[in-house]
């Protein structure tokens, strides 16, 4: 069988977009791009012919200088180059039950350490918050109450921005004596996510403003075209523009759709819900995913500090100043 990484990596790419893989189309989108960039820089930054660049010479060592080269060119965060990373992983993996003669290089890239990356506080809203949030959507128009939906159920269901994108009538289960959404997620599992009563409300008076058929959208913007991933951010920095002009204490924060989901952990965390629930709630795959909620959110801290707090019954006594200390302390300031 032919040694070109090329032919190889179309393969790869062939066999990844199939069903059998069953990977999301941003991760495919993802992977194609950074082969597509990979080429490229053999071709033009290495003067390397990219086609017949053999399996041979694929190695930690090129494909650390390749990350190296998008961090420094393109201003790649940590953790943007370990998804960069993760794609040649995968190749790796590929390659190495294809071209087993090369086993020990492809393993090398299999095992390659992913960049360190800070660890950044979970933005997110409390319950009190979300309601000031939602306080300045105006819900008198079509556009306003399809907006108050959406933030209710993403702060209800805790859905990624692309699992609400491209959730159907269908996929919302009224008839149930405990209504729910069911969600195909990442990695093409589906999971089911109950709805508060208020949610399900609001869906049925979205649905039926609409007159949406089964197999509409639910969200939809004003021709009728289903909303975007990035209508979905659009949404959410606007209304919290909004939020800002109305609240000094929001001035400096950061909220997206993901803060939202955060939200929801946060909230199930404070209510003494366990993390495996949780996980499969969001629908991590791994519990590792879901651990970053395991820090204990403020109100938490203060409670259990509270809990904790030694009782004393003394008055705090009035301070006489000492003389001799008071005019040491001035002759120093002279």
Not at 96 to 102: C, D, V
Request: proline letters at 3%.
């Amino acid at each position: 069988m032919t040694n070109l990484l090329s032919f190889w990596v179309s393969d790869f790419v062939i066999e990844n977009s199939s069903n059998f893989r069953k990977l999301s189309h941003n991760t495919l989108r993802s992977y194609g791009d950074t082969c597509r960039l990979f080429f490229c820089y053999l071709q033009e930054v290495r003067k390397i012919d990219a086609m017949t660049f053999p399996v041979s010479k694929f190695n930690c060592e090129i494909v650390r200088e390749f990350i190296s080269h998008l961090e420094k060119t393109r201003k790649l965060s940590p953790v943007s180059c370990n998804q960069r990373l993760a794609m040649f992983k995968s190749l790796a993996k590929y390659l190495f039950y294809k071209k087993p003669e090369f086993a020990s290089e492809l393993l090398e890239i299999r095992q390659m350490d992913n960049m360190k990356c800070s660890t950044k506080v979970i933005d997110y809203l409390t319950k009190d918050e979300f309601h000031e949030v939602i306080s300045v959507i105006n819900q008198n128009n079509s556009i306003g109450f399809r907006n108050y939906v959406l933030f209710v159920l993403m702060f209800n269901t805790g859905l990624r921005v692309s699992e609400t994108a491209n959730l159907r009538v269908c996929d919302i289960h009224f008839e149930e004596s405990n209504p729910y959404v069911l969600v195909l997620g990442k990695g093409h599992k589906y999971r089911e996510c109950p709805l508060w009563k208020r949610s399900g409300e609001l869906l049925q008076a979205l649905i039926a403003r609409n007159k949406s058929g089964r197999n509409d959208y639910v969200f939809r913007g004003e021709r009728g075209n289903p909303i975007t991933r990035h209508g979905i951010y659009e949404i959410i920095e606007s209304t919290m523009n909004l939020v800002r002009k109305k609240y000094q204490h929001f001035q400096d924060r950061k909220i997206t759709p993901h803060s939202l989901r955060h939200s929801m952990a946060m909230e199930l965390i404070d209510n003494d819900v366990d993390i495996n629930s949780i996980r499969g709630l969001l629908g991590h795959a791994s519990i590792e995913t879901t651990n970053i909620y395991t820090p204990m959110s403020l109100k938490r801290k203060a409670m259990v500090m509270e809990k904790c707090a030694v009782k004393t019954t003394d008055s705090i006594p009035a301070w006489k100043e000492d003389s001799f200390s008071v005019f040491i302390e001035k002759l120093k300031n002279l």
